[in-house]
C-alpha cells in the first residue's frame, strides 16, 4: 500500500506529539512492508531530520510562528506540482485539521483526530483560531476517521455527529525515554511531586498547587517540580503563595527527554491533574522510568492508564490531596503501582499502532 502523510503539521510543529506519531507511525508502517511517505518540503520539525532525508525535505531551522500560513500555502504550492508525477498514493493521511487539502491522485483520506479539547471545553481557549472550524472540514471529508482512544471516538462522534462506523481506536504507540546518567534535585534537598507540560486552562496546574497547600503534612515535606512549558512566572509563583505553597517549595525545569527520565526517576510520584485528555502520554512516560501515577479519573486517562495508577476527581482538590498523601504515605502502594505500570506499557507499542492504521486504510479503500 502507497502512503502519502502531508505536510501540516510539520509547518507548524518543530515538536511534539502529534508530529512525533506521524514520524513513528510512518516508519512503522514501512516495516510493515507499505511505502509510507511523508511530503514535507519545507519544514521546521525536528522528527523529520532522518525521516526526510532520504524523501528530499528541507528543514527551515527558523521559522517565526505568525509566518506558518506562508509556510503551509508554499508547500501545498509545491505539492500540486509534484503531484504531476507519477508515484501515486493509495490513502492521504492528513497530519492535521484543514479546509485546504492538498490532492495527491484523488486517493481516500484518512484523518486521526487526537482530542477534542477545543470543543469539549472552549473556555480553556482565549483565542479561537479556526481548529473547530478546520476539525469539522476534515472529518466530514475524510474517507475515514482514527481516534487515539474510545474516549476521543465518543466525543468526536457525539459533538461532530460522526457515524462511529466512519471512527477506527487506535492507540498511539509509545517510545521509552532514556535511561538518565543523572539524578534531578530540588534546592530545598526535599523530594518532590513532579508535573510534566503546559500548565494552562484544562491542565488543571492550579488544581495540584491547591492540593498540596491544603495539607500540612505535604506542603512541608514535599517540592512541586514542573517540567516544561514557560519558566514560572510571577503570577503563577503568587498564586502557589495564596494557594499555601511554601515560598521555595516550586520549582521549573526544562530539557531534552534524557532530563526528562532523570526527572521522573528522581520524583517521589508523578502527578497528572489534566481535566480531559484525548489520550496522555505523561503517565506512560512515567511508568518507563518506574515512578508512581496519580491521575485524574477524566477523559482518556482511565483507558489509557489502567489499573496503573491512583485516580483522583480533578475538580475535587480534597480528592486530589487524597490520592497524593494515599501513594507516599504507602510504601508498598508506590510498589505495586510501578509494577502495573511497566506491565500497562506492553499494550502500547508502535508496531501494534501500524497494524491497527493500515486495518484502518483498509476501510477507507474498501469505500465505493
Given amino acids: 500500500m502507497k502512503i502519502a502523510f ?10 511534539g506529539g502529534v508530529s512525533r506519531y506521524a514520524v ?31 524523501r528530499g525535505s528541507i528543514r527551515v531551522p527558523f521559522f517565526p510562528p505568525e509566518a506558518a500560513p506562508l509556510l503551509l500555502a508554499t508547500n501545498r504550492t509545491i505539492l500540486k506540482l509534484r503531484n504531476r508525477q507519477t508515484w501515486r498514493p493509495d490513502v492521504v493521511h492528513e497530519t492535521y485539521y484543514t479546509d485546504r487539502p492538498v490532492n495527491l491522485g484523488g486517493t481516500k483520506v484518512v484523518v486521526t483526530v487526537h482530542d477534542m479539547i477545543h470543543e469539549r471545553m472552549p473556555e480553556c481557549f482565549r483565542l479561537q483560531d479556526g481548529t473547530t472550524r478546520r476539525k469539522k472540514s476534515s472529518t466530514r471529508r475524510a474517507d475515514h476517521l482514527i481516534a487515539v482512544s474510545k474516549s476521543a471516538k465518543n466525543d468526536l462522534c457525539d459533538l461532530f455527529d460522526v457515524s462511529p462506523d466512519k471512527v477506527s481506536v487506535v492507540h498511539h504507540g509509545f517510545d521509552p525515554l532514556p535511561y538518565p546518567n543523572r539524578t534531578v534535585a530540588t534546592e530545598t534537598g526535599r523530594p518532590f511531586l513532579l508535573y510534566v507540560g503546559q500548565r494552562h486552562g484544562y491542565k488543571n496546574f492550579g488544581a495540584l498547587l491547591r492540593a498540596v497547600g491544603s495539607r500540612p503534612a505535604l506542603r512541608s515535606a514535599y517540592d512541586i517540580l514542573a517540567f516544561g512549558g514557560r519558566p514560572l512566572g510571577r503570577e503563577e509563583r503568587s498564586a502557589a503563595v ?9 520549582h521549573h525545569l526544562g530539557g531534552d527527554d534524557a532530563v526528562l527520565a532523570a526527572c521522573y526517576r528522581s520524583a517521589a510520584a508523578f502527578v497528572y491533574p489534566s481535566l480531559y485528555e484525548g489520550f496522555g502520554l505523561p503517565p506512560l512516560e ?63 507499542s508502535w508496531d501494534k499502532c501500524a497494524r491497527e492504521t493500515s486495518a484502518a486504510y483498509d476501510f477507507a479503500l474498501a469505500l465505493r
Fill in 6 to 15: 502531508d505536510h501540516q503539521i510539520f509547518s507548524i510543529q518543530s515538536f
Fill in 242 to 250: 495564596n494557594a499555601g505553597v511554601r515560598v521555595d517549595g516550586l
Fill in 286 to 348: 512515567a511508568m518507563s522510568c518506574e515512578c508512581p501515577v496519580v491521575s485524574s479519573n477524566t477523559g482518556s486517562l482511565p483507558e489509557v492508564i489502567g489499573d496503573a495508577a491512583e485516580f483522583f476527581d480533578p475538580n475535587d482538590t480534597d480528592s486530589i490531596a487524597h490520592a497524593v498523601d494515599t501513594v507516599l504515605s504507602d510504601q508498598d502502594r508506590r510498589r505495586q503501582l510501578v509494577q502495573f505500570g511497566l506491565r500497562r506499557l506492553q499494550f502500547f
Fill in 24 to 54: 513513528r507511525l510512518a516508519e512503522y508502517l514501512g516495516r510493515h512492508g507499505h511505502d509510507a511517505r511523508i511530503f514535507a518540503p519545507l519544514h521546521i520539525n525536528q522528527f523529520l531530520d532522518d525521516f526526510s532525508a532520504q
